[in-house]
């Protein structure tokens, strides 16, 4: 089946504890991408990447690190979270390097206390 | 700069129209929308390019005005399944492959 599968799909975390939330597209993808939604401010784009080795700052790149090793795989890397990061957290991909249909993942909730 | 949707909420009762408006303040080349089930992640609805094309999905359609930066979604003779928040995209002509949603529009269809 062809999917995006993020994980974990809840996570709570204390206050500067290294985290990584992975995700894994099986479509071939190139284009993958982090979002982060809050109530009231919809979807916001954290890093995206249009291929293997290339990445690039969203909207909202503070406090997060990504990587692109392969095509498939899109972690997404909290060096030290922050309770303002506490949020619902979507990774999505497409196929080409420019943006087509997007398809997310599940989401995971993250709590930073 | 997020795209600006109205309006922020709607209620309707099945069989009605109604019509979620996004406008951005920069040249677009693309304008994408996505319906969004509580509790589950965003569904691709239609994506229309820089052109002024009208694109249809089921009895949901769209259109797309570049000369002022504003695409509209349609919603004809909405059903409960339509219920959900709707968001666009867009991708600006200066920074390709970046997608930049708007806040959302919640729409409840009721009996």
């Known amino acids: 089946e062809a999917q995006v599968t993020q994980n974990p799909r809840y996570l709570i975390t204390v206050t500067g504890k290294k985290l990584t939330v992975t995700c894994s597209q099986n479509m071939n993808h190139e284009y993958m991408s982090w979002y982060r939604q809050d109530p009231g401010l919809g979807l916001r784009q954290i890093y995206y990447s249009m291929n293997v080795e290339v990445t690039d700052k969203g909207d909202v790149p503070e406090g997060y690190k990504v990587s692109r090793k392969e095509k498939r795989n899109f972690p997404l890397i909290l060096e030290s979270p922050s309770p303002n990061q506490t949020s619902l957290y979507f990774c999505a991909s497409s196929f080409g390097e420019i943006i087509g249909p997007l398809h997310f993942g599940n989401g995971t909730r993250l709590t930073v206390t | 700069q997020q795209p600006v949707q109205s309006p922020q909420a709607v209620i309707l009762r099945e069989g009605e129209d109604a019509v979620i408006n996004c406008s951005s303040s920069k040249a677009l080349y693309s304008v994408h929308w996505y319906r969004q089930k509580h509790g589950e992640a965003p569904v691709f609805l239609m994506i229309l390019l820089k052109g002024g094309e009208q694109k249809g999905h089921e009895k949901i359609s769209a259109s797309f005005n570049e000369k002022k930066q504003q695409s509209s979604l349609y919603l004809t003779a909405s059903q409960l399944s339509y219920s959900g928040t709707y968001f666009c995209?867009?991708?600006?002509?200066?920074?390709?492959?970046?997608?930049?949603f708007g806040t959302g529009t919640r729409l409840q269809v009721t009996l």
């Open positions: 995209g867009t991708e600006d002509t200066g920074t390709a492959s970046k997608l930049t």
